[in-house]
Nanobody, 111 residues
Framework: VQLQASGGGSVQAGESLRLSCEASVSAYVMGWYRQAPGKQREIVARRNRGGGTDYADSVKGRFRISRDNAKNMVYLQMNSVQPEDTAVYYC?????????WGQGTQVTVSS
């Protein structure tokens, strides 16, 4: 399983950013995790093929996850980003009873 993420970068607080990830398979669950320096990896958002979603409390109302099942794509629309959103963001997929991770894309938010 290959996961190719894109869309990271450096933005100012309050701005928006969109992450994209393409999977090489049709995974039941796709989503995003993040890891800030010195912290553990944490969930940001996940979405299953049926449309069920799961968000971290810290991003509810600001981030929105979507999928294009036909293209095996998952997106994360990040609005009103804050410096605490700074992290490496990892694309995630659950397929064949296993979890897979992409290579990570850096998101840096300055105040």
């Amino acid at each position: 399983v290959q996961l190719q993420a894109s869309g990271g970068g450096s933005v100012q607080a309050g701005e928006s950013l969109r992450l994209s990830c393409e999977a090489s398979v049709s995974a039941y669950v796709m989503g995003w995790y993040r890891q800030a320096p010195g912290k553990q990896r944490e969930i940001v958002a996940r979405r299953n093929r049926g449309g069920g979603t799961d968000y971290a409390d810290s991003v509810k109302g600001r981030f929105r996850i979507s999928r294009d099942n036909a293209k095996n794509m998952v997106y994360l629309q990040m609005n009103s980003v804050q410096p605490e959103d700074t992290a490496v963001y990892y694309c995630y997929a659950h397929y064949g009873w296993r979890d897979y991770w992409g290579q990570g894309t850096q998101v840096t938010v300055s105040s």
